[in-house]
């Protein structure tokens, strides 16, 4: 047995020796390798690591200041819709206040622009994401003690699964059971309930005086409604004010002449 074993521990110091000899022999051909290039390479790789590290903080720099900007644009996915995300901005806030300059002054502000539409909420373009979303999110309007009269506006743009009437059923369910007082009202409606599918999101937004402002379209607010053109036109404008004229004094000339022609 024990000359079964001197011969496998010998092997196995060959073995020991074998691989710490290899593995010391690579190690050897990389030092010399290092004392011969060290000179050449250390100022190489110093410039490397320098401008490794000015990228990356440029890098950083950049995906910094982008995320702190306060209007970012993002793909929307769809043809003509530009979306356009807000840092530290209440969405319908904003709009109103820019429709509300408008429809008072009368000002066109924007060329291209057709309608701007505030959404301050997201969530997956199905049926039941959306009522579990909605749920909570309709809650500051509509949840007792608060209430108001309603409708829903939907729009889809590369989308097909989804059904406008379930949507709006679901939607408008929501909100009653919220509070049984909140009332539909298609005609001058408190608030509107914005649904926009864009793909696979559903965009969502709980906006004021969407009758008013024209649906929020920017062309259609600056523009006069009927009654205002009515009141315009009973105004007369400074061309069309009667004046009164005071009848010019006859001068003793003019008498005079008078007094000829009925003589004659």
């Avoid at 490794?52 to 950049?62: C, Y």
């Avoid at 793909?75 to 904003?94: C, D, H, Q």
């Avoid at 509509?142 to 709006?168: C, D, L, W």
């Amino acid at each position: 047995m024990s000359s079964d074993q001197e011969p496998l521990q010998r092997a196995g110091k060959k073995r020991e020796k074998a691989q710490y000899g290899g593995f010391a022999s690579k190690r050897q051909k990389v030092c010399k390798q290092l004392e011969f290039t060290d000179d050449h390479s250390s100022e190489s790789d110093e410039d490397d690591v320098e401008a490794a590290l000015k990228k990356e903080v440029d890098e950083i720099r950049t995906s910094t200041e982008k995320n702190l900007r306060r209007f970012q644009s993002v793909e929307s996915g769809a043809n003509n819709v530009v979306f356009i995300r807000t840092l530290s901005v209440e969405p319908e806030k904003l709009v109103h206040h820019i429709l509300k300059d408008m429809y008072t002054t009368k000002k066109k502000k924007a060329r291209v622009i057709l309608r701007m539409l505030p959404f301050s909420g997201t969530c997956k373009a199905f049926v039941e994401d959306m009522k579990k979303y909605a749920e909570t999110f309709f809650v500051p309007w509509f949840k007792t003690p608060n209430k108001g009269t309603f409708q829903i506006v939907y729009k889809a743009r590369n989308n097909s699964h989804m059904n406008r009437e379930e949507v709006i059923k679901e939607l408008a369910g929501i909100v009653g059971s919220l509070n049984p007082e909140n009332k539909v009202d298609l005609n001058n409606p408190e608030y509107t309930i914005v649904v926009e599918i864009i793909k696979t999101v559903c965009c969502l937004s709980v906006v004021e005086d969407y009758v008013l402002f024209r649906k929020y379209n920017l062309q259609e607010v600056v523009k006069c409604s009927k009654e205002e053109l009515q009141q315009k036109s009973a105004i007369p404008t400074k061309e069309e004010e009667i004046t009164e004229v005071k009848p010019k004094e006859e001068t003793k000339a003019d008498q005079h002449h008078k007094l000829s022609v009925d003589d004659a």
